[in-house]
């Protein structure tokens, strides 16, 4: 599950966890507090534990060797549960947005227990803690799933405060509930909006997206720059999950010899996997040099 390399499912465990911890506090806190806004965060971080569940799948799913029927491996999965969080993210965001346009138009005004504020509190913290610990460990081990997974965390804690504010709000000045509504419409569009590039980053690497043109440039003259390479065309790159993909044609004297053509190729293979970590594979045609290609 890939947790021998870096610890990804190791933190999506420890998340999974807090989770479980924070649904308790919470539904006990609300229902004493006779805060239903905290009751229904409480089943929010119960359902935070899908994803969890959907990154460990991924985890485990895209570290298999490529088979039969999937020559290229499985790291298109981490593609796909990119998707998945981020339409678990876009789900935070329209709960916020229906629940601070509800709170807006409701003509009652129903005031919790103050001290329901300090599960609020502790949640905040957790995820806060979570969503460093998580994208830190995402960024490293260049884990599109679980660096999903930690803006997750980030909107979590966003959500939380909203519910927070809002107390603060009706405690302290209840003549201006209506600043509540304005700031969870705003925070729920600010979610949205990354829960969107979440979406598109992750379609576009399962369509197939090159990356940047700056990066084909890079290779190709890294290439150009190897002994004995004359040429280099028909470079194309693809993403499999957080890695790339890439093939090429390189142009040799055409009076070299196939063993030594393949010992150049061999040896460019290696120094551009080496030099580009993000690169997982790289496809090398040997073709006789043509001033005219």
Not at 97 to 109: C, L, V
């Amino acid at each position: 599950m890939k947790d021998s390399s870096g610890g990804e499912a190791r933190i999506t465990v420890i998340g999974m966890a807090t989770n479980f911890a924070l649904f308790a506090l919470k539904l006990v806190a609300g229902i004493l507090g006779k805060s239903f806004a905290l009751v229904a965060d409480a089943f929010h971080s119960l359902s935070d534990t899908a994803t969890d569940i959907v990154v460990l799948w991924s985890l485990k799913v895209s570290s298999r060797p490529p088979d039969a029927n999937h020559r290229y491996g499985h790291k298109k999965i981490e593609n796909l549960a990119e998707l998945f969080i981020a339409v678990a993210i876009a789900a935070v965001a329209i709960r916020i947005a229906k629940g601070s346009i509800g709170g807006f138009f409701s003509k009652e005004r129903h005031l919790p227990s103050w001290w329901v504020i300090f599960p609020l509190v502790v949640s905040i913290v957790a995820k806060e803690m979570l969503y460093h610990s998580t994208l830190r460990v995402g960024k490293k081990q260049s884990s599109l799933p679980v660096v999903a997974n930690a803006w997750h965390h980030r909107t979590d804690s966003i959500s939380s405060l909203v519910i927070l504010v809002g107390i603060l709000i009706m405690e302290l000045f209840p003549s201006l509930y209506f600043l509540d509504a304005a700031l969870g419409v705003a925070v729920a569009v600010f979610i949205i909006v990354l829960a969107a590039k979440i979406f598109l980053s992750g379609l576009k690497k399962l369509l197939d997206t090159s990356p940047p043109e700056e990066f084909y440039q890079a290779v190709e003259d890294f290439a150009l720059g190897f002994p004995d390479i004359l040429s280099v065309h028909k470079l194309r790159m693809r993403y499999l999950g957080s890695k790339i993909a890439a093939d090429m044609h390189i142009q040799v004297q055409p009076d070299m010899s196939v063993y030594n053509a393949h010992k150049i190729a061999s040896r460019l293979k290696h120094a551009i996997l080496e030099r580009f970590p993000s690169l997982c594979e790289v496809l090398i045609h040997i073709e006789p040099f043509s001033p005219r290609e």
